[in-house]
């Protein structure tokens, strides 16, 4: 198994302009998740999904978009970006409900906007 | 507000000694805490978990203590090697917010030969 695979691995942005950030995993996982890691923090949830079809938001929504049309799948997508977007974005997934279920995150994607 | 917080300096050790965590959290009911290791320019991998009901785990060289009353957690690494050198988070899960992990700033450690 791949894993949670993550792309692109790096990415510089004008501000305004958009991109999507792509997230796959294989364990036909239920669960998944987007973060943001600024410097020397911890990881903020930006979105989650409970499986195909449903999203909802976390901590830190807004500037981003998520859709889950596939178990397998969960693009973030990051319109008109802005300075405030810098950051190293990690994606996760778990099996099952998230009591507790442990997450298995890709390598990230660091992305400066400037 | 809710708060994690852990240590808040750098922990620099000796090796073989064994290095002590801390997760002090507020204002959360947590039904469970995670620690995750994360190495630079990598994403965290999980180390172990802890529910709300046991006071100890164990695994291998970890142990990860949970004092719901004190509302902190304890991360334990005996024997420590310079491999172990990384950054470790922990993360709370709540029961009313199944899904939504709160996750610490992380304390680097560093593990000197």
């Known amino acids: 198994n791949a894993g949670v695979t993550q792309t692109p691995k790096f990415r510089i942005l004008k501000i305004g302009q958009s991109m999507t950030l792509q997230c796959t995993q294989d364990m036909n996982h239920n669960y998944m998740y987007w973060y943001r890691q600024d410097p020397g923090m911890g990881l903020k949830l930006i979105y989650y999904?409970?499986?195909?079809?449903?999203?909802d938001k976390g901590e830190v929504p807004n500037g981003y978009n998520v859709s889950r049309s596939t178990t397998e799948d969960f693009p973030l997508r990051l319109e008109l970006a802005a300075p405030s977007q810098t950051s190293v974005y990690f994606c996760a997934s778990s099996y099952s409900l998230g009591r507790g279920e442990e997450q298995y995150f890709g390598p990230g994607t660091r992305l400066t906007v400037t | 507000s809710q708060k994690i917080e852990q240590n808040s300096e750098a922990l620099n050790i000796q090796e073989g000694k064994t290095a002590t965590l801390t997760c002090n959290y507020t204002n959360y009911s947590p039904a469970y805490l995670q620690w995750y290791r994360q190495d630079p320019g990598r994403g965290p991998v999980f180390l172990l978990l802890?529910?709300?009901?046991?006071k100890e785990k164990r695994k291998e060289r970890l142990k990860v203590t949970f004092d719901t009353t004190l509302k902190q957690s304890l991360f334990h690494i005996t024997a420590s090697q310079p491999a172990d050198s990384a950054t470790y988070l922990c993360?709370?899960?709540?029961?009313?917010?199944?899904?939504?992990?709160?996750f610490g700033d992380g304390t680097t450690l560093t593990v000197k030969p």
């Open positions: 802890i529910r709300e009901n046991e």
């Open positions: 999904s409970v499986g195909a079809g449903i999203t």
């Open positions: 993360a709370l899960d709540m029961s009313t917010n199944a899904g939504k992990s709160t």
